[in-house]
Every structure is written in structure tokens, then in C-alpha cells.
């Protein structure tokens, strides 16, 4: 698939804001948000993977305010004053439940597990292995997060204080994601 005469459509996500800010012409980009704060800010929340550069590049922007939309930091801040349109749904958000463990989890999770170092910053994927893999690093210690999906097994090792981000040399003491998916309480 090609965009414009040269350039072809890359499969990377990192790719995608400059897709959306050189190539796309986007009428209306529209985004759930958190409530806005007293400087006049909501929070892009769970997703902000190219949104924020959408919502800076397109014509229109309209937002759809949830009280259940956690408020998050970063690059997914978008000011009252970038809005055209902001109506209020109050729905809760769509969970992501964990399926039951299999037995090649506990398997292949404490495998990886133990070729983790402590202090690694891990990017861990969705579904079960994963989330076993987070399982048999509990033991570990100052692991650091940057990922693209956040997830119910990594909020686990950060609760538990065994991801804290005290050794990364990138954004310390901060996990870096794109897109948050799992529970209510995740």
C-alpha cells in the first residue's frame, strides 16, 4: 500500500505520527479523555499511541469526557483550548480480562524470567505468557517499564515495588507506555 507517489505505509507503530502529521488530511479525530484539570487540561488516559498527534494535526477535535478515564502524564495532555466539540459519557471502561493460566505458563514464564537481570527494563506483550513471565519476576528488583501495552501483570510488579525505574537510563523512575489494557483495578 503506498501513500503519496513514494512512500510506502510502515508497519512500525513508532511510524504512525508521522504518517498522521505528513501524509494524512484528517477532518475529525475524536478520543474519550480524563475530566479536565483547573489549568484546562485532559489526560488521554489508557490510549495516547498516535492520538496526541492526531488530535494536534487534524481540523476538528472532538473529545468525550469519562470520570472513569485515569488521568495520565506524558505527551497525552490535550488543552481545552485544541477542542471543538466536548460532550460527557460517564460509561465505564472496557476491561480486558485475564484468562486462566496454561501449563506451559509456568513453564516458559520462569525460563525467561531467569534471564532477566535485575535492573532490566522489560517490554512485556499481552496475553498469558506475559503475564506469567511478570509472575516469576517478582523476585527481581528496580526493573524499569517501556512498553508499548501496559499491562495487569507489569501494574503487579510496580505495586509490589519490584518496577520502580531506579535504574533506567531513559526516563528514569518513570514506565513508559503507549496503550494500557486489564482490569478495573489494573
Same mark, same amino acid.
Given at each position: !500500500?503506498?501513500?503519496?507517489? =513514494? &512512500?510506502?505505509?510502515? /508497519?512500525?507503530?513508532?511510524?504512525?505520527?508521522?504518517?498522521?502529521?505528513? &501524509? !494524512? @488530511?484528517?477532518?475529525?479525530?475524536?478520543?474519550?479523555? /480524563?475530566? !479536565? @484539570?483547573?489549568?484546562?487540561?485532559?489526560?488521554?488516559?489508557?490510549?495516547n499511541?498516535y492520538? /496526541?498527534?492526531?488530535? $494536534?494535526?487534524?481540523?476538528?477535535?472532538?473529545? +468525550?469526557?469519562?470520570? =472513569? #478515564?485515569?488521568?495520565?502524564?506524558?505527551?497525552?495532555?490535550?488543552?481545552? /483550548?485544541?477542542v471543538?466539540?466536548?460532550?460527557?459519557?460517564?460509561?465505564?471502561?472496557?476491561?480486558?480480562? %485475564?484468562?486462566?493460566?496454561?501449563?506451559?505458563?509456568?513453564?516458559?514464564?520462569?525460563?525467561i524470567?531467569? #534471564?532477566?537481570?535485575?535492573?532490566?527494563?522489560?517490554?512485556?506483550? %499481552?496475553?498469558?505468557?506475559? =503475564?506469567?513471565?511478570? $509472575?516469576?519476576?517478582?523476585?527481581?528488583?528496580?526493573?524499569?517499564?517501556?512498553?508499548?501495552?501496559?499491562? +495487569?501483570?507489569?501494574?503487579?510488579?510496580? +505495586?509490589?515495588?519490584?518496577? =520502580?525505574?531506579?535504574?533506567?537510563?531513559?526516563?528514569?523512575?518513570?514506565?513508559? &507506555?503507549?496503550?494500557?489494557?486489564?482490569?478495573?483495578?489494573?
Open positions: !500500500m503506498k501513500v503519496g507517489l =513514494n &512512500y510506502h505505509v510502515p /508497519s512500525y507503530l513508532h511510524q504512525i505520527p508521522l504518517i498522521v502529521s505528513d &501524509y !494524512m @488530511d484528517t477532518d475529525i479525530a475524536m478520543a474519550t479523555v /480524563s475530566p !479536565m @484539570d483547573k489549568a484546562g487540561f485532559f489526560s488521554l488516559g489508557t490510549a499511541d492520538f /496526541s498527534t492526531a488530535a $494536534r494535526h487534524c481540523k476538528r477535535l472532538f473529545v +468525550e469526557v469519562n470520570r =472513569n #478515564m485515569p488521568r495520565v502524564f506524558g505527551d497525552s495532555l490535550i488543552h481545552i /483550548s485544541e471543538d466539540v466536548v460532550v460527557e459519557n460517564h460509561v465505564p471502561l472496557m476491561e480486558l480480562c %485475564i484468562a486462566d493460566a496454561k501449563p506451559e505458563d509456568d513453564i516458559i514464564g520462569p525460563a524470567a531467569a #534471564m532477566v537481570p535485575d535492573g532490566a527494563t522489560i517490554q512485556l506483550g %499481552i496475553g498469558n505468557l506475559p =503475564n506469567a513471565v511478570a $509472575r516469576y519476576l517478582m523476585d527481581h528488583k528496580d526493573l524499569g517499564i517501556h512498553t508499548e501495552m501496559l499491562t +495487569e501483570g507489569m501494574v503487579n510488579l510496580i +505495586e509490589a515495588g519490584v518496577a =520502580n525505574g531506579r535504574r533506567k537510563n531513559l526516563h528514569p523512575r518513570k514506565h513508559v &507506555y503507549t496503550t494500557a489494557a486489564g482490569t478495573k483495578h489494573m
